[in-house]
């Protein structure tokens, strides 16, 4: 019989020791384990054009369109209707996408390393707020910055982590719980750290002719609140590949929504989803919204509560409170609540105000089920059609039934082993 | 009558949080009964049998919350179902802000309280066993408040806390004293010598109230659950209680109280008590004294000496004392039952009591059995004296109102009055009847204002009855201490307000009543 208590043990050990570092930045095509001319990868679990979500086929346009493979909207519908472009989620690349999580094969990406593992994982740079193809939009605003990213931003990063050799992604995000982000919703401390680390490579790699580019992507990484949360996934994602396909760990290793679907991974169930209905999120929204603008709950980023902080570090963020319509005695309550389906404490990201103690890590179907409490997300919320943008954030519970089915399978396969 | 409801699926709330909500509900102007259940099995039994079990609830589940309205118009029972989903709405809004928060399992629990090594459950029956053999394997004592627990359940449950070392106090287990801390309906009594090992609910809370009230405390009160002592169980946690509390340093005085064990139980109990040092004292309601007395205890006759000899013990003094000073109070009882049976007119003769304790109940029927002859209850102990309706008194009557059925969809009388408010009023209209007789259990868990929830229905009946010419006697006894939230004290003086006469235990109210009776020739 599988020892399922020890499994789980070595689980979250190895999620534990994981220690992600920022290592390069490269175009997809060239990083990305499977990627090629026609594939596009979306967030959450598999889904065909047919059943994508509004700001997932907006994002594919947009991402077509700026490929060059089609010259305007329409085109790029009918093309990505045709059967030749091949979708697949992000998560089967080694790489996590953030809300719709639309990824082409000339995005630079952001490589990040588990240098206990060798393992990597990958993201797209952040493009800031706003009009962003991630929320689906793809106007001449949005393509322009993507080629920007590509053609400026990119080669800017590019060349100074190749200078540092890498950055330490872990101690980053250690430092930022502290500073008041859950590394979530809220990664501002983050991004300023991961400035001042990166701005002296910036300078040192400077090529005097290309000034004003350097002072853009400076400039451009400031503003950007949202600069390091691809960082952030990268480190998540790359650290619980190392506590995957462990025989017996009833540890969840992915939670991923495509805006259509919720789904689950299972460490001791291999690379099957559990999948269910993606729930319209009951958040806070922003003036001018209502209900009826809100999509299904969308993006890669669950990855964060997958790996212990976001929502699970939610006391930690006192800051993030306010704007997903909460009070502080929420969030810690909320925090506390995740220890009761977790397998153990984090030794690194600790929440300063429950004393230091470790943030709830290692979400576990067993548990969840047990106690029929769900993890749930501190998550931005997409409205339901492409290109409109986000609508509001807030606490969202993860669906019950992805965890049901999971528990499910998991007895069957080691039921009386 | 019209009824009105609404199942909600998905929704969840505990017993407690719903009890409070059913009887608001209850209370609102012209409302003739409401609930808000679970759809359990059970529960809807228990709706059935109130007329309440909507065809649309037939089919409902234990996710399901049924709320539902009795009320002469249909608009006031739709109100019911408006304001009980309020109602519930606050109830959330209340634990959210709270600001502390809750654990989501025991496993949670002792996380967020480490050092914890006992734990209360109270969730649906049919979950509680499980629970409660959790808390086991943690190895935290566990007191179970939950009923509807299996025989066989409990067995399992109590056979591995034996093993452990761990007591299991329960299933059905209301009341407890641990450590100076008043559990479920217990009452605030200082920490002492007297050591208390309980089958029956309100008969630890009588007696540990009596110990309290003589200025003596309690070192620990252990509730078994009033099926420990039957067959199927065998005593287990009774003998491990007394155990405990043989080894107990602080405790220096046993006091045992129970309904009647089976006869393999009350063996074993005498052959544990046999090798204990310490005094113990035994009030075994209807039991066979000898067994007791062959081992070596002081068999008490009634909840009251049980807990006087304790004290005197404690103090170390004769326990002889005390049936002088009780004659004494009996002369004053005599002349207090001829005072009052003088004022009443021709043909008023019987008793009615209402009881929320079940054992104060017991005690009574015992003594009118012992002086008058049995009297009529749906629970009797003569089975010739059994009520053909429990709603309808006859001659000599008590009722229990706490037994299940008369819990019908609403909380216990030591909680919700309404029930013994009506029937007081109702008893009072029967020119038969010569006294009311009432306890009124103080304590945690209790309702917050027994005094003035009786008051108004006390004064009406005296007045039915003064209209009438006659002059109807309300006797209470009060089982609480100064120190209980609601205060003896106040309680007291709200009851003799309102005309009813106070008696310090249940045995002398039941001894006024039984003097009173026996004038008025009611046997």
Known sequence: MVDIAKANEQALKKLLEARPFWVDIQPAIECVPGMKKNLILHAGPPVTWERMCGPQ???????LIYEGMAKNPEEAEELAASGEIEYDPCHHHDTVGPMAGIVCPSMPM??????????????????????????????????????????????????????????????????????????????????????????????????????????????FMEANIHTFLGFAMTSAKVSLMAAENIEGSSMVTVMARNGTDWGIQVSGLGQEWFTCQSPIPEVLLFP???????????????????????????????????????????????????????????NVYQIPSLDFRGSP??????????????PFIDTGVAHKDAGVGQVGAGLCDAPMDVFKKAVVAFSKKYAKK | MPVKGLKKTGEYFDSVTLML?????????????????????????????????????????????????????????????????????????????????????????????????????????????????????KGLHVLLFSDNVSIEKEKELKEFGREKGLLVMGPDCGTAIINGAPLCFANVVKQGKIGIVAASGTGLQEVSCIIGNQGEGI?????????????????????????????????EVIVLVSKPPSPEVLASVGETIKDISKPVVAILIGGDPKVMEAAGALAARDLERAGLIAVALARGEDPAGIEKALAARSEEIKKQASA?????????????????????????????????????????????FKLDDIWKSRENTVVDLGEDEFTVGRPHPMIDFLLRKKRIVEEAKDPEVAVILLDVVLGYGSNMAPGEELAGPIREAKKLAADSGRHLAVIC?????????????????ELKEAGAIVMETNAAASELTVAIVKIRGGK
Not at chain 1, 361 to 374: R, S
Not at chain 2, 226 to 241: A, Q, Y
Not at chain 2, 353 to 379: I, N, R, W
């Open chain 2, 219 to 251: 070192s620990q009160a252990i509730g078994t659950g009033g099926r420990d002592v039957k067959k199927d169980i065998g005593g287990i946690m009774f003998l491990e209680g007394i155990k405990a509390l043989a080894a107990d340093g602080a405790t």
């Open chain 1, 288 to 346: 001018g919204f209502t209900k009826e603008d809100v999509g299904r709950d969308i993006g890669d980023s669950a990855i964060m509560e997958t790996y212990g902080i976001g929502g699970c570090a939610l006391a930690a963020s006192p800051a993030i409170v306010l704007f997903v319509g909460g009070t502080y005695d929420l969030a810690v309550s909320k925090t506390m609540d995740m220890y009761e389906i977790t397998l153990g404490e984090n």
């Open chain 2, 340 to 384: 009052e049976a003088g004022k009443m007119k021709e043909g008023q003769k019987y008793l009615r009591g209402l009881f929320s304790g079940g054992t104060l109940c017991d005690e009574t029927q015992l003594m009118f059995k012992d002086s008058l002859g049995p009297v009529y209850s749906p629970a009797p102990i003569d089975p010739d």
């Open chain 1, 361 to 374: 890590t290692g979400i576990d179907i067993l548990k969840v089920a047990k106690k029929n409490l769900p």
């Open chain 1, 57 to 63: 086929r907006g994002a594919t346009i947009g991402a």
């Open chain 1, 110 to 219: 952001i490589v990040t390393e588990n240098e206990v593992t060798g393992q990597k994982a990958y993201q797209s740079l952040n493009e800031g707020i706003g009009k962003v193809l991630r929320m689906g939009a793809y106007d001449d605003e949005v393509i322009e910055r993507l080629k920007w990213m590509e053609r400026v931003l990119g080669p800017v990063y590019q060349k100074a982590i190749r200078k540092a050799g890498r950055i330490d992604l872990k101690n980053i995000m250690a430092q930022a719980i502290q500073m008041g982000d859950e590394l979530h919703n809220r990664s501002r401390a983050a991004s300023y750290i991961l400035f001042t680390k990166t701005a002296p490579y910036i300078l040192e790699t400077l090529d005097q002719k290309k000034l004003p580019e350097a002072i853009e992507a400076l400039k």
């Open chain 2, 477 to 493: 006894s009060i089982t609480g201490t100064h120190k209980d939230p609601q205060s003896r004290k106040k309680v007291e003086k």
């Open chain 2, 21 to 137: 909500v059913a009887r608001s509900l209850t209370e609102m102007e012209g409302v003739e009964e409401a609930t808000v259940v679970m759809g359990t099995a059970e529960n809807k039994q228990i709706l059935a049998a109130s007329g309440l079990l909507l065809d649309e609830f037939k089919d409902a589940t234990d996710t399901d919350l049924l709320i539902a309205g009795k009320a002469p118009d249909e608009a006031t029972a739709g109100s019911v179902i408006a304001r009980a989903e309020e109602l519930l709405i606050e109830s959330k809004q209340k634990k959210a802000s709270a600001g502390e928060h809750l654990p989501r399992s025991i496993e949670g629990a002792v996380d967020e309280l480490s050092g914890a090594n006992m734990v209360l459950i109270s969730v649906a029956g049919r979950y509680a066993g499980d629970v409660a053999m959790e808390a086991l394997e």
